[in-house]
């Protein structure tokens, strides 16, 4: 029940703790069987999901639709905008800034491609590599690139773009990997991960001087867990192991060796879309209106927008990209 004290394992306290119950729930999204609870650790206050699951066992809740097609690999049009802005993204983090507010300012989807890097791109590292969206997108904007999921559908990636893949989790392949990185990204993979404070570490001694780790997540957001309840989109429990603050991430960063973390606010409105239209799904009389809450809607995208923008002026965004670099791969 919401109020009794479970015990989990803490990857930032790296221990076991004991952790409050914020809320129960199913699986919202594909309505698989189990019930999983939303726990706050009573020591450093991350928010975790339980009970805690195998590898084996959580890949039964990622169904085959879980992954799209491989799109094809195009040039973006505004690519040496792109570059532009990924070698001043490059040169901030290199001096120490630890806050960017570059989303006030550009579109959210130039952040996808927008890859920190010194001079010109070079080995790239997809970890959660997903259904190849942002590996073709990378290879597009010149990017050697290469690609790690734990799902099989990672080698249908692989041979679509003619790459090399590896199925598993990072530190269990890291040593059929090429190494020497210049970047290693991470997109809404983080949060699913069994061992994110691991994963870290070997993404850290894959990369080459200079290199960069770059992670997308959504961010824990009380007020809008109890907004939605269990139709927070967020949550998406049981896939999301962690619900991350940034602070968390910053601690799991200089757990893991990172001395620099840049830490960008988007102003997207995906997590707010999602959590409405998955909700709307379930109430019968208002099912039909769930196709105005789709992620795809420009007209709810623009309405939104100001709530996206005012939650990353101040700090409190629903999704962040972290930065991450450490001082001895900077020599």
Not at 132 to 158: K, N
Not at 203 to 222: D, E, H, K, M, T
């Amino acid at each position: 029940m919401v109020g009794d004290t479970l015990e989990a394992s803490c990857p930032v306290c790296r221990k076991k703790v004991s952790a409050d119950v914020l809320l129960w729930s199913g699986d919202i999204c594909y309505k698989l069987p189990g019930e999983f609870a939303v726990a706050r650790c009573e020591i450093c206050g991350l928010v975790i999901s339980y009970p805690e699951m195998s590898g084996a066992e959580l890949s039964a809740y990622y169904p085959s639709d879980y992954y799209g097609d491989v799109p094809k690999v195009r040039e973006p049009e505004n690519r040496q905008a792109l570059e532009r802005l990924a070698k001043k993204l490059y040169r901030q983090l290199k001096r120490g800034k630890q806050m960017n507010r570059a989303a006030l300012t550009h579109a959210p989807s130039a952040f996808d491609l927008a890859l920190p890097v010194e001079k010109e791109s070079g080995k790239l590292l997809d970890v959660g590599a997903g259904w190849g969206r942002f590996l073709s997108g990378a290879m597009g904007m010149g990017w050697q690139v290469e690609g790690v999921d734990f799902s099989p559908e990672i080698h249908r990636v692989g041979e679509a773009l003619g790459i090399p893949v590896y199925q598993g989790a990072l530190e269990d392949v890291c040593a059929k990997l090429s190494g020497d990185y210049q970047m290693i990204s991470m997109n809404h993979v983080l949060e699913h991960l069994d061992r994110p404070l691991e994963t870290l570490e070997v993404a850290r001694s894959l990369l080459s001087p200079g290199g960069v780790v770059r992670i997308q997540i959504p961010l824990w957001r009380p007020f809008f867990v109890r907004c939605f309840g269990k139709y927070w989109f967020p949550l998406d429990l049981p896939r999301h192991r962690w619900h991350f603050r940034i602070q968390d991430v910053r601690v799991l960063a200089k757990l893991a060796g990172f001395d620099r973390v840049m830490v960008l606010p988007e102003t997207g409105t995906h997590p707010w879309q999602s959590s409405l239209r998955i909700w709307l799904r379930d109430h019968p009389k208002l099912s039909r209106w769930q196709r105005f809450a789709s992620v795809d809607n420009r007209l709810l995208r623009a309405l939104l927008f100001p709530m996206g923008w005012y939650l990353a002026a101040v700090r409190r965004p629903m999704e962040a990209t972290f930065y991450l670099m450490s001082e001895g791969s900077n020599e």
